[in-house]
Nanobody, 119 residues
Framework: QVQLVESGGGLVQAGGSLRLSCAAS????????MGWYRQPPGKQRELVAS???????NYADSLKGRFTIARDNAKNTVYLQMSSLIPEDTAVYYC?????????????WGQGTQVTVST
């Protein structure tokens, strides 16, 4: 099994920065990719960014240039650096791990961390 623990959320003023962390434990070898989704109030969950075990990254088009995803394999941790934050970035941010074929559940989610951007 895989467990994910997120940290780093909070309240920040518009224009500020935050860094989210997601630490993975358990069957680390089964993880193929990790990343972040977010769910704004009253809206559906949406992809923010992902990173594979090889370091390839993918971002939501609207967030390119402001958000950066990185991973520290030695610490089994994925980071999301968010800058130039705007109120529309307010959401619950969820870390996820996509596991290799044959491992179940295939997708594991963290508990979520609230990010609130004030005007």
């Amino acid at each position: 099994q895989v467990q994910l623990v997120e940290s780093g959320g909070g309240l920040v003023q518009a224009g500020g920065s935050l860094r989210l962390s997601c630490a993975a434990s358990g069957s680390i070898f089964s993880i193929n990719a990790m990343g972040w989704y977010r769910q704004p109030p009253g809206k559906q969950r949406e992809l923010v960014a992902s990173i594979t075990s090889g370091g390839s990254t993918n971002y939501a088009d609207s967030l390119k240039g402001r958000f950066t995803i990185a991973r520290d394999n030695a610490k089994n941790t994925v980071y999301l650096q968010m800058s130039s934050l705007i109120p529309e970035d307010t959401a619950v941010y969820y870390c996820y791990a996509n596991r290799r074929p044959g491992y179940y559940p295939n997708i594991v989610w963290g508990q979520g961390t609230q990010v609130t951007v004030s005007t």
